[in-house]
Structure formats: C-alpha cells, structure tokens
C-alpha cells in the first residue's frame, strides 16, 4: 500500500507560480511511476504530467508545456510540480497519483493506469 499526501495548493493571481508537491509513505517510492492530474469543477478530472520512476521519462499536457515542469527526489519520496505563468484556467484541485512500474522509463497518462491517489490540493489562480 502506498500513501500519499500533497502539499503546497493555494491562492495565486495570473502569471504567478506555485510548487506543488507528493510525499509517498508505505513501499518504495523509487519503483513507481507518477503522475499529476487536476480536476475543475464540472469538468473531467486530466492529465498533468508524469514522470517515470528513473526520472528518464516525462510527459506534459499540451496545456502545461513550457510552463509546468514535474521532477522527483526518489531519496525524499517525493514528487514535485513546480507551476509557473499560471493562468486562471488552472484553477482545479490537482492529484497526484502512483503505480509500480516494471520498467524504468515507463510513463503513464491515463489515470486509470494508476492504483494510488492523494486526496488532491486547490490551486485557484485569480485575474
């Protein structure tokens, strides 16, 4: 079983920054591969970024390219997603979310692919 937590939502006006990060407890951290998601309100819940548990393999939304960027200390079991120029339209509670990967570079994008979530954190930008 893994748990995770994350930290570092909040309330941020347009162009600003926010670092979001996961602590993973339970297995080892180094083993699974990660992702973000996010959910707005009346919207599905979709992929952020993901990064494979060497840190090889990293994945973007179209949406978040050049601003975004995800990385992880396997030593701290953490992940992070350091989020810059926001924009209001990322306003959503964002997830991370786990699962063991068999092979290092493995990047998942779908949320099913991913058998463990954290119970998410606001981020509301403002204009």
């Known amino acids: 079983q893994v748990q995770l937590v994350e930290s570092g939502g909040g309330l941020v006006q347009a162009g600003g920054s926010l670092r979001l990060s996961c602590t993973a407890s339970?297995?080892?951290?180094?083993?699974?591969?990660m992702g973000w998601f996010r959910q707005a309100p009346g919207k599905e819940r979709e992929s952020v970024a993901a990064i494979s548990w060497s840190g090889g393999s990293i994945y973007y939304a179209d949406s978040v390219k050049g601003r975004f960027t995800i990385s992880r200390d396997n030593a701290k079991n953490t992940v992070y997603l350091q989020m810059n120029s926001l924009k209001t339209e990322d306003t959503a509670v964002y997830y991370c979310a786990a699962t063991r990967a068999a092979q290092a570079m493995a990047v998942m994008t779908h949320q099913y692919a991913y058998n463990y979530w954290g119970q998410g954190t606001q981020v509301t930008v403002s204009s």
């Open positions: 339970g297995r080892t951290f180094s083993n699974y591969a």
